[in-house]
């Protein structure tokens, strides 16, 4: 596929990076260090077990891949050497580069990534695609692995290299056998930096060293392709959920970047001659307000409508970005607006609020009262602005909100649990999707409708999951967008979730620090700290 339409109209910007711990360990001196603000704190290290972006972040720098997707979308070599895939599309052999090593000295052999592949697949959209036409998957010899096939699967190569969460990160084959609906409790990889787990406390700090036996790629560095220079000793990850906190520390010097400021104080650090802002990824995010169809009053689909036709995209967009116009857009679908795939297509619910509306529906559904348990992080800007609208829109509509004040880590934990909502469980929790992730089917967890094997919520819908194949077999373009409707449409009439709107955010970082770019996550391969 043409990937040159993924994408129309999207310029590249500039982009920052932050870090931060105000009370670090000691380091010895002339160790480069950068102080690192992350999004979130790194409650939990295990990038298949969840979906968090913030995981996702900090295992790029532990664990590497097969392949790396690149600014254009494109999967490229990263620890394969090669691939050959047989005439008839159903045998893939790969080989692996050599000199490949593990933090603990071992060589990267086949068997540790086919037992990486295997508990990726479990857990991963794609990856279950691949596991229901897959007759075998076996290591050849230490740098060989052969997947073999029921059917052709044209896009193998994008599966694995998605930067959509959970990315199939390589580990070592003791490590990739726990069950992938556990967490991991060793942190092994073989990617440019290695976990520093002493230094680990969750909701303060995580560090990160540099991986003196990284083999790096000769080619020039291009997102998750390419080259992964370290030029730094040391990254620190300083959780600041208190945005003023964060702010002060950047402009003191106490960090070198801010990932996410939040965009009323992006004025003031503008202000400051030794700090950079700017947009930090062009292709934005989807708001997602997720609900759980698993048990009531979500389970009724009537009771997802009224508070689809409830919400105002503008007051969600207004309580992330607040008054600045250009950083946000209504989007009332689940493709990334500006991309080939955007489509509006039954989307009329999400264009205008209608309260009485949805005072109707809710009557109809034969809603008793049941408490909605709206489980909201605080140390998040994004889901906490995103979560007091939604408490009002629902005390508004009638329905009884059990609003769980918590933090994303806490979130984390709680969504991935099936339980009644009153034992545990959840009825509804926010998130954001990144427009990378969200320009396809490829990486776009939140429309799937697979039930069970669905992301947290579990939406189970046979027509949306069958359109989503189809597009995977499509042989143009224009059969794409084609299809794009149909998904579309599907999931805005079973609310498979629902979008909140379209919004860009910013990155702030010191001018000490070069090499910074733009993108859906903070890469520090290539950042340079005079």
């Avoid at 400051?272 to 802002?277: A, E, L, S």
Wanted: charged content about 25%; proline content about 6%; hydrophobic content about 40%.
């Amino acid at each position: 596929m043409d990937r040159r339409h993924v994408l129309k109209g999207i310029g590249a910007a500039g982009v920052g990076a932050t870090v931060g711990p105000l009370a670090a360990p000691a380091i010895a001196q002339g160790v480069k260090t950068i102080k690192f603000v992350p999004q979130a704190n790194l409650a939990n290290f295990d990038p298949i077990w969840g979906t968090q972006y913030v995981v996702r972040n900090a295992s790029q720098l532990v664990w590497d891949m097969l392949y790396g997707m690149d600014s254009k979308l494109q999967p490229k070599r990263q620890m394969v050497e090669s691939e050959e895939v047989s005439s008839d599309g159903l045998v893939w052999t790969f080989k692996l580069r050599d000199g490949l090593k593990f933090h603990d000295g071992e060589p990267v052999r086949a068997k540790d990534c086919v037992a990486s592949i295997e508990r990726w697949s479990v857990r991963d959209g794609m990856g279950q695609m691949l596991r229901a036409i897959q007759k075998e998957l076996v290591a050849v010899d230490d740098r060989t692995f052969k997947w073999t096939l029921a059917k052709p699967y044209p896009k193998m190569l994008m599966a694995l290299g998605k930067i959509g969460t959970p990315i199939c990160f390589i580990m070592p084959e003791r490590i990739a056998k726990t069950d992938p609906f556990k967490q991991i409790e060793e942190y092994v990889g073989s990617g440019p930096m290695k976990f520093v787990k002493g230094d680990w406390k969750p909701g303060a700090m995580a560090a990160f060293e540099r991986n003196k036996d990284y083999v790096s790629r000769s080619e020039a560095t291009d997102w998750f392709a390419g080259a992964k220079p370290m030029f730094v000793d040391r990254v620190e990850w300083l959780i600041m959920p208190d945005p003023a906190t964060a702010a002060a520390a950047l402009q003191n010097g106490e960090v070198d970047w801010w990932e996410n400021p939040i965009s009323d104080l992006v004025p003031v650090l503008k202000r400051n001659k030794n700090i950079k802002v700017d947009i930090a990824d062009p292709l934005g995010n989807i708001g997602s307000f997720r609900l759980n169809h698993m048990h009531p009053p979500f389970d009724n689909i009537k009771v997802r409508q009224a508070v689809q036709a409830a919400i105002s995209q503008e007051d969600y967009m207004r309580a992330i970005v607040g008054s600045e116009d250009a950083l946000w857009k209504p989007c009332p679908g689940f493709f990334t607006p500006g991309s080939y795939m955007y489509s509006e297509a039954g989307g009329e619910a999400l264009k205008k609020s209608d309260i009485e509306k949805a005072k109707k529906l809710l009557k109809e559904s034969g809603y008793s009262g049941q408490p909605v348990v709206c489980v909201v992080a605080q140390d998040q800007p994004i889901t906490k602005a995103m979560g007091e609208i939604t408490a009002d829109i629902l005390k508004k509509i009638g329905m009884n909100v059990d609003f769980v004040a918590t933090d994303w880590g806490t979130v984390g934990q709680r969504r991935a649990s099936k339980n009644p909502p009153a034992q545990g469980g959840w009825s509804m929790f926010h998130t954001w999707h990144a427009g990378v992730d969200t320009a396809t089917p490829v990486g776009n967890i939140g429309i799937r409708a697979s039930g069970d094997k669905a992301w947290f919520g579990w939406p189970k819908d046979d027509q949306v999951e069958a359109d989503i194949a189809s597009w995977y077999d499509a042989k143009s373009v224009e059969e794409e967008k084609k299809i794009a409707d149909k998904i579309n449409r599907g999931c805005m009439e079973n609310v498979t979730y629902i979008p909140t709107g379209f919004f860009l955010g910013y990155q702030g970082w010191r001018s000490s620090l070069e090499g910074v770019t733009s993108g859906p996550l903070p890469w520090f391969w290539g950042v340079k700290k005079a």
